[in-house]
């Protein structure tokens, strides 16, 4: 059965950082585009980052410069690495490929002093 694992969130102040990884099996992780997204309470589902099977990154415009996506091929896991957090980064993470498949449980991220 096809999985996605997402771990590595927390509770963490404005400025630090956090680095999320996902766990996927291995027949989605190696064929297809991998991302990341968010929903914060009372919000839709949104696209963060996304990375091709060739490591080709693409972000939404808020996180620019501040997250980084990436992903090892040899352990099937994708990483995004969360800097000068804010608290509008505040929400669950989820990962998951293009094509969608089923959803993980997601990892919840909190930004507060």
């Known amino acids: 059965q096809v999985q996605l694992v997402e771990s590595g969130g927390g509770l963490v102040q404005p400025g630090g950082s956090l680095r999320l990884s996902c766990a996927a099996s291995?027949?989605?992780?190696?064929?297809?585009?991998m991302c990341w997204y968010r929903q914060a309470p009372g919000k839709q589902r949104d696209l963060v980052a996304t990375?091709?099977?060739?490591?080709?990154?693409d972000y939404e415009d808020s996180v620019k410069g501040r997250f980084t996506i990436s992903r090892d091929n040899t352990k099937n896991t994708v990483y995004l690495q969360m800097n000068s957090l804010k608290p509008e980064d505040t929400a669950v993470y989820y990962c998951?490929?293009?094509?969608?498949?089923?959803w993980g449980q997601g990892t919840q991220v909190t930004v507060s002093s």
């Open positions: 998951n490929s293009i094509p969608l498949t089923s």
């Open positions: 291995g027949r989605i992780f190696r064929r297809n585009v």
């Open positions: 990375i091709t099977t060739r490591s080709m990154t």
